[in-house]
Protein backbone atom coordinates (compact mmCIF):
# COMPACT_ATOMS: atom_id res chain seq x y z
CA UNK A 1 0.00 0.00 0.00
CA UNK A 2 1.07 3.02 -0.98
CA UNK A 3 1.86 5.74 1.77
CA UNK A 4 1.68 9.38 0.57
CA UNK A 5 3.83 12.15 2.85
CA UNK A 6 0.21 13.77 3.14
CA UNK A 7 -0.79 10.05 5.38
CA UNK A 8 2.03 10.30 7.05
CA UNK A 9 1.63 14.09 7.90
CA UNK A 10 -1.82 15.33 8.67
CA UNK A 11 -3.24 18.33 10.08
CA UNK A 12 -5.15 16.96 13.53
CA UNK A 13 -6.46 18.00 16.58
CA UNK A 14 -4.53 16.98 20.08
CA UNK A 15 -3.53 15.44 21.94
CA UNK A 16 -3.69 11.83 19.89
CA UNK A 17 -3.38 10.42 16.94
CA UNK A 18 -4.73 7.31 17.99
CA UNK A 19 -6.84 8.31 20.96
CA UNK A 20 -8.22 11.44 19.69
CA UNK A 21 -7.87 12.42 15.82
CA UNK A 22 -8.69 8.72 15.44
CA UNK A 23 -12.00 8.07 16.74
CA UNK A 24 -13.03 11.15 15.44
CA UNK A 25 -12.16 9.42 12.34
CA UNK A 26 -13.70 6.84 12.76
CA UNK A 27 -16.96 8.23 13.91
CA UNK A 28 -17.31 10.53 10.60
CA UNK A 29 -16.37 7.10 8.80
CA UNK A 30 -19.59 5.92 10.66
CA UNK A 31 -21.51 8.43 9.54
CA UNK A 32 -20.51 8.21 5.84
CA UNK A 33 -21.87 4.40 6.14
CA UNK A 34 -25.61 6.18 7.46
CA UNK A 35 -25.58 8.53 5.03
CA UNK A 36 -25.47 5.81 2.14
CA UNK A 37 -27.87 3.62 4.29
CA UNK A 38 -31.41 2.61 3.29
CA UNK A 39 -32.03 2.43 7.05
CA UNK A 40 -33.32 5.72 8.58
CA UNK A 41 -31.70 5.71 12.02
CA UNK A 42 -32.54 7.42 14.94
CA UNK A 43 -30.13 7.06 17.93
CA UNK A 44 -26.11 6.43 17.79
CA UNK A 45 -24.01 4.76 20.58
CA UNK A 46 -20.46 3.60 21.35
CA UNK A 47 -18.43 1.40 23.20
CA UNK A 48 -14.37 2.64 23.62
CA UNK A 49 -11.92 -0.72 23.93
CA UNK A 50 -8.21 -1.88 24.97
CA UNK A 51 -6.11 1.15 25.21
CA UNK A 52 -8.31 3.91 23.84
CA UNK A 53 -10.80 2.84 27.37
CA UNK A 54 -8.40 2.58 29.86
CA UNK A 55 -6.13 6.32 28.59
CA UNK A 56 -9.73 7.34 27.17
CA UNK A 57 -10.05 9.94 29.59
CA UNK A 58 -6.70 11.54 29.34
CA UNK A 59 -6.67 11.55 25.50
CA UNK A 60 -9.96 12.86 25.29
CA UNK A 61 -11.05 10.18 23.27
CA UNK A 62 -14.68 10.32 24.34
CA UNK A 63 -14.45 14.29 23.47
CA UNK A 64 -13.31 13.29 20.16
CA UNK A 65 -15.33 10.63 19.50
CA UNK A 66 -19.08 12.69 20.28
CA UNK A 67 -17.74 15.78 18.44
CA UNK A 68 -16.83 13.15 15.19
CA UNK A 69 -20.25 11.87 15.48
CA UNK A 70 -21.20 15.64 15.79
CA UNK A 71 -19.55 16.17 11.72
CA UNK A 72 -16.53 17.56 13.40
CA UNK A 73 -13.27 16.64 11.53
CA UNK A 74 -9.68 16.64 12.38
CA UNK A 75 -8.40 18.72 10.07
CA UNK A 76 -10.97 21.63 10.11
CA UNK A 77 -11.25 21.51 14.14
CA UNK A 78 -12.66 24.45 15.34
CA UNK A 79 -11.96 24.68 19.08
CA UNK A 80 -14.43 27.07 19.93
CA UNK A 81 -17.12 25.69 18.17
CA UNK A 82 -16.24 22.57 19.42
CA UNK A 83 -17.00 23.86 22.86
CA UNK A 84 -20.19 25.21 22.30
CA UNK A 85 -21.43 21.44 19.91
CA UNK A 86 -20.54 19.30 22.75
CA UNK A 87 -22.54 22.04 25.54
CA UNK A 88 -25.12 21.55 23.31
CA UNK A 89 -25.08 17.63 22.65
CA UNK A 90 -25.29 17.30 26.57
CA UNK A 91 -27.94 19.37 27.04
CA UNK A 92 -29.95 18.04 23.73
CA UNK A 93 -28.82 14.79 24.59
CA UNK A 94 -28.88 14.84 20.47
CA UNK A 95 -26.18 14.89 17.80
CA UNK A 96 -27.00 16.74 14.62
CA UNK A 97 -24.85 15.49 12.55
CA UNK A 98 -24.66 17.09 8.30
CA UNK A 99 -27.04 15.18 6.37
CA UNK A 100 -28.49 13.26 8.53
CA UNK A 101 -31.60 14.02 10.83
CA UNK A 102 -30.70 14.61 14.68
CA UNK A 103 -30.00 11.11 16.79
CA UNK A 104 -30.67 10.92 19.93
CA UNK A 105 -27.40 10.36 21.69
CA UNK A 106 -26.66 10.70 25.79
CA UNK A 107 -23.09 11.34 26.41
CA UNK A 108 -23.08 9.49 29.76
CA UNK A 109 -25.12 6.76 28.50
CA UNK A 110 -24.47 6.13 25.06
CA UNK A 111 -20.88 6.60 25.20
CA UNK A 112 -19.14 3.40 27.46
CA UNK A 113 -15.32 2.90 28.29
CA UNK A 114 -15.72 -0.70 28.20
CA UNK A 115 -12.56 -2.10 30.48
CA UNK A 116 -12.75 -5.43 29.84
CA UNK A 117 -10.33 -7.61 27.16
CA UNK A 118 -8.83 -5.21 23.78
CA UNK A 119 -11.24 -6.27 20.88
CA UNK A 120 -9.48 -9.08 18.66
CA UNK A 121 -7.88 -6.93 15.77
CA UNK A 122 -5.84 -4.29 17.92
CA UNK A 123 -5.41 -2.40 21.21
CA UNK A 124 -7.11 0.46 20.17
CA UNK A 125 -10.44 -0.40 19.10
CA UNK A 126 -14.09 0.76 18.78
CA UNK A 127 -17.87 -0.66 18.15
CA UNK A 128 -20.40 2.07 16.93
CA UNK A 129 -23.65 1.53 16.22
CA UNK A 130 -27.37 3.09 15.01
CA UNK A 131 -30.51 2.46 16.68
CA UNK A 132 -34.06 2.74 15.45
CA UNK A 133 -36.64 4.15 17.41
CA UNK A 134 -36.97 1.74 19.73
CA UNK A 135 -33.37 1.46 20.70
CA UNK A 136 -32.58 -1.75 18.77
CA UNK A 137 -29.30 -1.62 17.02
CA UNK A 138 -29.90 -1.75 12.91
CA UNK A 139 -26.38 -0.78 11.90
CA UNK A 140 -22.97 -1.63 13.60
CA UNK A 141 -19.11 -1.21 12.69
CA UNK A 142 -16.15 -2.46 14.39
CA UNK A 143 -12.62 0.56 13.86
CA UNK A 144 -9.38 0.05 14.95
CA UNK A 145 -7.43 3.39 15.24
CA UNK A 146 -3.85 2.01 14.69
CA UNK A 147 -1.79 5.08 15.00
CA UNK A 148 -1.00 7.82 13.37
CA UNK A 149 -4.66 9.42 12.78
CA UNK A 150 -4.72 6.09 10.38
CA UNK A 151 -8.35 4.14 10.48
CA UNK A 152 -9.65 0.79 9.85
CA UNK A 153 -12.39 -1.29 9.80
CA UNK A 154 -12.64 -4.87 11.45
CA UNK A 155 -12.90 -6.26 7.65
CA UNK A 156 -10.06 -3.66 6.72
CA UNK A 157 -8.20 -4.97 9.26
CA UNK A 158 -8.43 -8.31 8.26
CA UNK A 159 -7.56 -7.52 4.53
CA UNK A 160 -4.49 -5.07 5.15
CA UNK A 161 -3.46 -7.99 6.95
CA UNK A 162 -3.16 -10.78 4.41
CA UNK A 163 -2.52 -8.77 1.37
CA UNK A 164 0.08 -6.67 3.12
CA UNK A 165 3.06 -8.96 2.06
CA UNK A 166 1.71 -9.11 -1.53
CA UNK A 167 0.26 -6.13 -2.72
CA UNK A 168 3.27 -3.59 -4.13
CA UNK A 169 1.90 -0.08 -4.31
CA UNK A 170 2.02 0.62 -8.06
CA UNK A 171 4.46 4.05 -7.92
CA UNK A 172 7.23 4.11 -9.91
CA UNK A 173 9.70 3.04 -7.10
CA UNK A 174 7.61 0.77 -4.23
CA UNK A 175 10.18 0.15 -2.00
CA UNK A 176 9.05 -1.79 0.96
CA UNK A 177 12.48 -1.58 2.86
CA UNK A 178 15.65 0.41 3.08
CA UNK A 179 17.22 -1.92 1.32
CA UNK A 180 15.36 -1.73 -1.65
CA UNK A 181 15.19 2.20 -1.27
CA UNK A 182 18.89 2.08 -1.71
CA UNK A 183 18.68 0.04 -4.65
CA UNK A 184 16.45 1.85 -6.78
CA UNK A 185 18.14 4.92 -5.76
CA UNK A 186 21.36 3.71 -6.82
CA UNK A 187 19.62 2.51 -10.00
CA UNK A 188 17.68 5.50 -10.62
CA UNK A 189 20.71 7.85 -9.81
CA UNK A 190 17.66 9.87 -7.63
CA UNK A 191 17.78 10.87 -4.27
CA UNK A 192 14.75 9.39 -1.70
CA UNK A 193 12.81 12.15 -1.94
CA UNK A 194 13.17 12.59 -5.60
CA UNK A 195 11.96 8.83 -5.57
CA UNK A 196 9.44 9.92 -2.89
CA UNK A 197 8.28 13.05 -4.95
CA UNK A 198 7.74 10.88 -8.34
CA UNK A 199 5.93 8.17 -6.62
CA UNK A 200 3.18 11.48 -4.84
CA UNK A 201 3.26 12.59 -8.78
CA UNK A 202 1.26 9.37 -9.47
CA UNK A 203 -2.01 10.77 -7.22
CA UNK A 204 -1.23 14.59 -7.33
CA UNK A 205 0.15 17.25 -9.41
CA UNK A 206 3.26 19.02 -8.82
CA UNK A 207 1.28 22.04 -7.65
CA UNK A 208 -0.57 19.82 -5.58
CA UNK A 209 2.42 18.16 -3.86
CA UNK A 210 4.18 21.98 -3.50
CA UNK A 211 0.89 23.60 -1.75
CA UNK A 212 0.30 20.86 0.59
CA UNK A 213 4.16 20.18 1.54
CA UNK A 214 3.68 24.39 2.11
CA UNK A 215 1.16 24.05 4.41
CA UNK A 216 2.09 20.90 6.21
CA UNK A 217 5.20 23.08 7.47
CA UNK A 218 2.62 26.31 7.78
CA UNK A 219 0.81 24.26 10.04
CA UNK A 220 4.14 22.50 12.05
CA UNK A 221 5.84 26.63 12.46
CA UNK A 222 2.86 27.72 13.42
CA UNK A 223 2.55 25.26 16.57
CA UNK A 224 6.26 25.91 17.84
CA UNK A 225 5.61 29.64 17.64
CA UNK A 226 1.83 29.45 19.30
CA UNK A 227 3.62 26.99 21.91
CA UNK A 228 6.10 29.43 22.65
CA UNK A 229 4.06 31.97 23.67
CA UNK A 230 1.41 29.84 25.86
CA UNK A 231 1.35 30.33 29.85
CA UNK A 232 -0.10 28.15 32.36
CA UNK A 233 -1.14 24.78 33.32
CA UNK A 234 -2.14 21.82 30.79
CA UNK A 235 -5.44 20.41 31.11
CA UNK A 236 -5.91 17.17 32.85
CA UNK A 237 -5.33 17.31 36.38
CA UNK A 238 -1.58 16.33 36.10
CA UNK A 239 -1.11 20.27 37.13
CA UNK A 240 2.17 20.47 34.60
CA UNK A 241 3.06 23.85 33.86
CA UNK A 242 4.17 24.90 30.25
CA UNK A 243 7.53 25.73 30.40
CA UNK A 244 8.45 26.61 26.64
CA UNK A 245 7.89 29.52 26.58
CA UNK A 246 9.99 30.63 29.90
CA UNK A 247 12.63 28.67 27.90
CA UNK A 248 12.80 30.77 24.95
CA UNK A 249 12.59 33.93 26.79
CA UNK A 250 15.53 32.82 28.30
CA UNK A 251 17.26 31.43 25.25
CA UNK A 252 16.63 34.62 23.64
CA UNK A 253 18.07 37.04 26.35
CA UNK A 254 21.47 35.05 26.95
CA UNK A 255 21.55 35.38 22.90
CA UNK A 256 24.72 37.12 21.79
CA UNK A 257 26.00 37.24 25.19
CA UNK A 258 29.15 35.13 24.43
CA UNK A 259 28.15 33.70 28.16
CA UNK A 260 26.57 30.46 27.38
CA UNK A 261 28.01 26.93 26.66
CA UNK A 262 27.92 25.10 23.56
CA UNK A 263 25.82 22.61 24.61
CA UNK A 264 22.41 25.37 24.74
CA UNK A 265 21.81 24.89 21.29
CA UNK A 266 20.36 21.92 22.73
CA UNK A 267 17.84 24.03 24.72
CA UNK A 268 16.77 25.31 21.42
CA UNK A 269 15.82 21.73 19.77
CA UNK A 270 14.62 20.81 23.00
CA UNK A 271 12.69 24.06 23.15
CA UNK A 272 10.98 23.54 19.50
CA UNK A 273 9.71 20.12 20.35
CA UNK A 274 8.35 21.18 24.15
CA UNK A 275 6.38 23.61 22.18
CA UNK A 276 4.65 21.61 19.74
CA UNK A 277 3.71 19.35 22.65
CA UNK A 278 2.83 21.25 24.63
CA UNK A 279 -0.20 22.76 22.20
CA UNK A 280 -1.05 19.45 21.92
CA UNK A 281 -1.77 18.83 25.50
CA UNK A 282 -3.92 21.63 25.24
CA UNK A 283 -5.73 20.28 22.43
CA UNK A 284 -4.32 22.40 19.73
CA UNK A 285 -3.72 21.82 16.16
CA UNK A 286 -0.83 19.81 15.34
CA UNK A 287 0.34 17.66 12.45
CA UNK A 288 0.92 13.92 13.10
CA UNK A 289 4.52 13.83 12.62
CA UNK A 290 3.84 10.38 12.36
CA UNK A 291 1.47 10.64 15.23
CA UNK A 292 0.30 13.49 17.37
CA UNK A 293 2.67 12.48 20.83
CA UNK A 294 5.72 12.51 18.98
CA UNK A 295 4.48 15.54 16.71
CA UNK A 296 7.16 17.96 18.51
CA UNK A 297 10.23 15.92 16.76
CA UNK A 298 10.59 16.47 13.42
CA UNK A 299 9.39 19.67 13.15
CA UNK A 300 11.59 20.95 15.83
CA UNK A 301 14.99 19.46 13.75
CA UNK A 302 13.50 21.24 10.89
CA UNK A 303 13.34 24.68 12.79
CA UNK A 304 16.46 24.15 14.07
CA UNK A 305 18.07 23.51 10.72
CA UNK A 306 16.46 26.58 9.45
CA UNK A 307 17.18 29.12 11.89
CA UNK A 308 20.66 27.79 13.34
CA UNK A 309 22.40 25.80 10.61
CA UNK A 310 24.34 28.59 8.60
CA UNK A 311 23.42 28.00 4.66
CA UNK A 312 19.86 26.73 5.51
CA UNK A 313 17.56 26.98 2.53
CA UNK A 314 13.36 27.22 2.89
CA UNK A 315 13.50 25.91 -0.54
CA UNK A 316 14.83 22.53 0.95
CA UNK A 317 11.84 21.83 3.13
CA UNK A 318 9.98 19.59 0.72
CA UNK A 319 13.42 17.71 0.67
CA UNK A 320 13.17 17.17 4.47
CA UNK A 321 9.58 16.01 4.94
CA UNK A 322 9.59 13.51 1.55
CA UNK A 323 12.66 11.63 3.09
CA UNK A 324 11.42 11.73 6.42
CA UNK A 325 8.22 10.37 4.55
CA UNK A 326 9.50 7.68 3.28
CA UNK A 327 11.48 6.39 6.37
CA UNK A 328 7.88 6.82 8.14
CA UNK A 329 6.55 5.09 5.26
CA UNK A 330 9.43 1.94 6.31
CA UNK A 331 8.52 2.06 10.14
CA UNK A 332 4.98 1.66 9.67
CA UNK A 333 4.83 -1.16 6.88
CA UNK A 334 7.28 -3.15 8.60
CA UNK A 335 7.03 -2.27 12.42
CA UNK A 336 4.66 0.15 13.78
CA UNK A 337 4.42 3.54 14.36
CA UNK A 338 1.81 2.94 17.18
CA UNK A 339 2.38 3.41 21.55
CA UNK A 340 -0.28 1.17 21.76
CA UNK A 341 1.23 -1.46 19.59
CA UNK A 342 4.70 -1.46 20.11
CA UNK A 343 5.83 1.50 22.87
CA UNK A 344 6.80 4.90 22.37
CA UNK A 345 10.01 3.61 20.50
CA UNK A 346 7.43 3.20 17.03
CA UNK A 347 6.21 6.76 18.20
CA UNK A 348 9.08 8.82 19.21
CA UNK A 349 11.87 6.63 17.89
CA UNK A 350 10.12 7.04 14.72
CA UNK A 351 9.67 10.37 14.42
CA UNK A 352 13.30 10.69 15.46
CA UNK A 353 14.89 8.31 12.31
CA UNK A 354 12.01 10.28 9.60
CA UNK A 355 13.29 13.70 11.37
CA UNK A 356 17.14 12.30 10.92
CA UNK A 357 16.97 11.61 7.81
CA UNK A 358 15.46 14.59 6.77
CA UNK A 359 18.36 16.79 8.09
CA UNK A 360 20.79 14.09 6.55
CA UNK A 361 19.10 14.73 3.37
CA UNK A 362 18.96 18.50 3.62
CA UNK A 363 22.53 18.36 4.51
CA UNK A 364 23.75 16.72 1.55
CA UNK A 365 23.77 13.48 2.45
CA UNK A 366 23.83 10.03 0.38
CA UNK A 367 20.97 7.95 0.53
CA UNK A 368 23.65 5.71 2.44
CA UNK A 369 24.12 8.27 4.84
CA UNK A 370 20.48 9.10 5.60
CA UNK A 371 19.86 5.71 5.91
CA UNK A 372 22.25 5.46 8.25
CA UNK A 373 21.16 8.59 10.28
CA UNK A 374 17.58 7.46 10.22
CA UNK A 375 19.18 4.09 11.44
CA UNK A 376 21.15 5.31 14.35
CA UNK A 377 18.13 7.41 15.49
CA UNK A 378 15.52 4.47 15.77
CA UNK A 379 18.18 1.92 17.54
CA UNK A 380 19.07 3.98 20.12
CA UNK A 381 15.27 4.45 21.46
CA UNK A 382 14.90 0.85 20.90
CA UNK A 383 12.72 -0.86 23.75
CA UNK A 384 11.40 2.20 24.72
CA UNK A 385 7.70 1.87 26.45
CA UNK A 386 4.86 3.98 26.66
CA UNK A 387 3.13 4.66 30.03
CA UNK A 388 1.83 7.98 29.92
CA UNK A 389 1.10 9.28 33.63
CA UNK A 390 -2.56 9.17 33.70
CA UNK A 391 -2.79 8.81 30.33
CA UNK A 392 -2.22 12.13 29.73
CA UNK A 393 0.26 12.86 26.65
CA UNK A 394 2.51 14.77 28.80
CA UNK A 395 4.70 12.82 30.92
CA UNK A 396 6.48 11.60 29.44
CA UNK A 397 5.54 12.69 26.11
CA UNK A 398 6.37 16.67 26.17
CA UNK A 399 10.43 15.65 27.80
CA UNK A 400 10.96 13.06 25.57
CA UNK A 401 9.95 14.94 22.07
CA UNK A 402 12.58 17.44 23.22
CA UNK A 403 15.27 14.79 23.73
CA UNK A 404 14.17 12.63 20.52
CA UNK A 405 14.94 16.05 18.60
CA UNK A 406 18.19 16.29 20.09
CA UNK A 407 19.28 12.44 19.36
CA UNK A 408 18.40 13.18 15.62
CA UNK A 409 20.14 15.99 14.79
CA UNK A 410 23.33 13.69 16.63
CA UNK A 411 22.38 10.68 14.30
CA UNK A 412 22.21 13.15 11.01
CA UNK A 413 25.68 14.50 12.29
CA UNK A 414 27.05 11.14 13.45
CA UNK A 415 26.23 9.51 10.15
CA UNK A 416 27.56 12.29 7.66
CA UNK A 417 30.62 12.18 9.12
CA UNK A 418 30.92 8.52 8.02
CA UNK A 419 30.49 7.38 4.49
CA UNK A 420 27.14 5.38 4.73
CA UNK A 421 28.89 1.83 5.72
CA UNK A 422 27.36 0.32 9.11
CA UNK A 423 27.20 -3.03 10.78
CA UNK A 424 23.43 -2.48 11.62
CA UNK A 425 20.73 -1.88 8.72
CA UNK A 426 17.70 0.38 9.42
CA UNK A 427 15.55 -2.40 7.78
CA UNK A 428 16.70 -4.67 10.55
CA UNK A 429 16.54 -2.10 13.18
CA UNK A 430 13.02 -1.87 12.42
CA UNK A 431 12.63 -5.59 12.55
CA UNK A 432 14.21 -5.24 16.23
CA UNK A 433 11.67 -2.49 16.82
CA UNK A 434 8.49 -4.74 15.84
CA UNK A 435 10.08 -7.80 17.41
CA UNK A 436 10.61 -5.99 20.76
CA UNK A 437 6.94 -3.80 20.33
CA UNK A 438 5.73 -7.96 19.85
CA UNK A 439 7.21 -8.95 23.24
CA UNK A 440 6.57 -6.30 25.21
CA UNK A 441 4.13 -6.47 28.23
CA UNK A 442 0.74 -5.17 27.30
CA UNK A 443 1.23 -2.61 30.41
CA UNK A 444 4.04 -1.02 28.56
CA UNK A 445 1.63 -0.38 25.72
CA UNK A 446 -0.46 2.82 26.09
CA UNK A 447 -2.33 1.36 28.70
CA UNK A 448 -1.17 3.25 31.43
CA UNK A 449 -0.75 0.12 33.92
CA UNK A 450 3.12 0.03 34.13
CA UNK A 451 5.90 2.29 34.29
CA UNK A 452 6.35 5.66 34.94
CA UNK A 453 2.20 5.72 34.84
CA UNK A 454 2.32 3.61 38.44
CA UNK A 455 4.95 5.05 39.71
CA UNK A 456 4.63 9.00 39.87
CA UNK A 457 2.14 9.95 42.67
CA UNK A 458 -0.96 10.72 40.97
CA UNK A 459 -1.50 14.28 43.29
S1 LIG B 1 4.93 7.78 25.98
FE1 LIG B 1 5.48 8.04 23.80
S2 LIG B 1 4.10 6.66 22.70
FE2 LIG B 1 3.26 6.92 24.75
S3 LIG B 1 1.76 8.60 24.56
FE3 LIG B 1 3.74 9.50 25.18
S4 LIG B 1 4.77 10.06 23.24
FE4 LIG B 1 3.10 8.66 22.71
Not at 71 to 89: H, M, Q, V
Not at 296 to 317: E, F, K, N, Q, T
Amino acid sequence: MFLSVFDMFKVGVGPSSSHTMGPMVAAARFLELLRASPFHPKGVRGSLHGSLAFTGVGHATDRATILGLAGFAPATYDAAKAETTLATIHATQTVTPPGLPPLSFDPKRDLVFDYGPALPGHANGMILKATDAQGDVIMEETYYSIGGGFVLTATEMAEAGGKKARARADVPYPFETAAEMLEMAKASSLTIAQMKRTNELKFRTAAEIDAGIARLWEVMNACISRGMEGTGILPGGLKVRRRAKGIHDALMAERGLNMTAPHTINDWMGLYAMAVNEENAAGGQVVTAPTNGAAGVLPAVLRYYLDHVPGASSARIGEFLLTAAAIGGLCKHNASISGAECGCQAEVGSAAAMAAAGLAAVLGGSPEQIENAAEIALEHHLGMTCDPVRGLVQVPCIERNGLGAIKAVSAASLALRGDGQHLVSLDVCIETMRQTGRDMHEKYKETSLGGLAVNVPNC
